[in-house]
């Protein structure tokens, strides 16, 4: 599946680089220690600006999905209909992240499933985080 190129900020440049380490990257806060993504400049739930940036162990669960029949996404176009499953990291199911599942046929996606993370090298050289079932 062809995918859009992406251009991090500098918010969220620490999770990409940590994506082209093969590594899942998360914002936590120092001071009340709940993780957080998409990256913001500040903790939303004590709004502290003293946040790091963790690595989580990569592991996740399906815990929904759609099909997509009519993307507006001229490079997606060709791939249709497609999968986008929700997956909750382990670490904190309130962290969801979304992926087309590489391998899974449309509208076969096994909800409740437990997915790893794998990265997918873009075109203009950025990784970016996949899902795929685990064995």
């Known amino acids: 599946?062809?995918?859009?190129?992406?251009?991090?900020?500098?918010?969220?440049?620490?999770?990409?680089?940590?994506?082209?380490?093969?590594k899942l990257m998360i914002q936590n806060c120092i001071t009340?220690?709940?993780?957080?993504?998409?990256?913001?400049?500040?903790c939303?739930?004590?709004e502290?600006?003293?946040?790091?940036?963790?690595e989580m162990s990569g592991k996740g669960k399906i815990y929904n999905y759609v099909v997509v029949y009519d993307c507006?996404?001229?490079t997606l176009q060709?791939?249709?209909?497609?999968?986008v499953a929700v997956v909750m990291l382990n670490e904190d199911p309130g962290i969801q992240m979304y992926s087309h599942l590489p391998g899974v046929p449309a509208d076969e996606v096994p909800?409740?499933?437990d997915v790893e993370v794998i990265f997918e090298k873009l075109p203009n050289g950025q990784h970016v985080p996949e899902w795929k079932i685990s064995n």
């Open 48 to 54: 502290n600006g003293e946040l790091e940036w963790k």
């Open 44 to 46: 939303r739930d004590c």
């Open 78 to 83: 060709e791939d249709q209909p497609f999968n």
């Open 111 to 113: 909800v409740g499933s």
């Open 1 to 22: 599946m062809s995918k859009q190129g992406v251009n991090p900020d500098e918010l969220s440049q620490p999770f990409w680089d940590g994506a082209n380490d093969n």
């Open 72 to 74: 507006p996404v001229r």
């Open 32 to 42: 009340c220690n709940k993780l957080q993504h998409p990256p913001e400049a500040e």
